[in-house]
Nanobody, 123 residues
């Protein structure tokens, strides 16, 4: 059974930083892409970032490019999202996801979703 468990969310002030972690189990994740989506209150889910096998291919949404960094540790079956210069518009539930490749995740072709972790940015 595949399971994705996020951690690291919380409340931070505008301009601050947070680092999200996701620990995966139930498959050989080094063979798959991993990434992050988010959903803000009253809005649809949106793509944030994805990393393919060996992080050879990485995608970011335009809204986070230059501020967020996705990385993975395949030995530990983990994916991370370092979020810097956070803005109030980044307030959302952040979901860890896995899929066939980084482009598939960007296209919302996601195999599995985590339960999500809340990130709140105060002004």
């Amino acid at each position: 059974q595949v399971e994705l468990v996020e951690s690291g969310g919380g409340l931070v002030q505008n301009g601050g930083s947070l680092r999200l972690s996701c620990t995966a189990s139930g498959r050989d994740f080094w063979q798959y892409a991993m990434g992050w989506w988010r959903q803000a209150p009253g809005k649809e889910r949106e793509f944030v970032a994805s990393a393919g096998r060996n992080s050879a291919i990485i995608y970011y949404s335009d809204s986070v490019k230059g501020r967020f960094t996705v990385s993975r540790d395949d030995c530990q079956n983990q994916v991370f999202l370092q979020m810097d210069n956070l803005k109030t518009d980044d307030t959302a539930v952040y979901y860890c996801v896995t899929g066939l490749d980084a482009l598939a995740i960007r296209r919302s072709e996601v195999d599995f979703w985590g339960q999500g972790t809340q990130v709140t940015i105060s002004s």
